[in-house]
């Protein structure tokens, strides 16, 4: 169960330890009756866009522009992480102009060749075909996530999108995990995560259910395996065939 009211749980990783024991047990099979899916690099590609905004935003200032290596290191603890990233300690003072410049680009390259990743439209078609609940649980701003998925043709796919400033939290803390399940009216034992880095490993440990992960986004197998991901896969097309037992196109 999950608690919604009070302290969340003092052992988590203990718990997603022995949930991980029983899931690999019961081999692919739709066992999961609660799916949350991290947005960009496990359900879609948004590197393009998100490049485009942080190298306007550092050429507006003067600085350079990033490489794509150095944008998929600064992402996944929320835009504003990744701008203060982005310009580095000796320019963090112009992190106020910053944000401002980025948010205005955002707004002009949001849509910008953003794309399904393979699997996904099939994945969540086939969890929704059978009466799983799924949700995105994401460190994206959530008015922006909402429209992308829009943009994409998905929300209908999906329960609940939960993003940056629609509570006070992010991942990995375990408050957001909380408020997400509660809202979906998920059980702990009947609930992953599937993402793809260890940001997302760890909101799950915190959360206390068990999170598999894709290497489509920013980090390799090794790093995912490290963290303590329950399984990692090349895409969601082997993840969801694997622990689904779905055989899916590749959208």
Known sequence: MVICNGAFGNQ???????????????????????VLFDLDGTLLDH?????ASHAYTLKKLGLPAPTMAQVHRAVGGGF???VKRMLGPENEHLLPRAIEIYREAWAKNMFNG????????ALLEALKADGVRCGVFTNKHGPSARSVCDHLGVTPLLDGIFGAFDTPWLKPDPEFARHVLCTLKAELPTTCLIGDSPY????????????????????????????????????????????????????
């Open 80 to 82: 504003e992480v990744a």
């Open 47 to 51: 590197f393009g866009a998100i490049h």
């Open 114 to 121: 953003v794309a399904l990743l393979p699997g996904a439209r």
């Open 200 to 251: 997302d490993v760890e909101a799950a440990i915190n959360g206390g259910f068990i999170c598999y992960c894709v290497t489509t986004g920013t980090h390799t197998e090794e790093q995912l395996r490290a963290a303590g991901a329950a399984g990692v896969y090349d895409d969601l097309i082997a993840l969801g065939k694997a622990e689904f037992g779905l055989e899916l196109s590749a959208d």
């Open 12 to 34: 988590n990783l203990k718990n997603y330890r022995f949930l991980w024991s029983i899931v690999r047990q019961l081999g692919p099979v739709i066992r999961f009756r609660t």
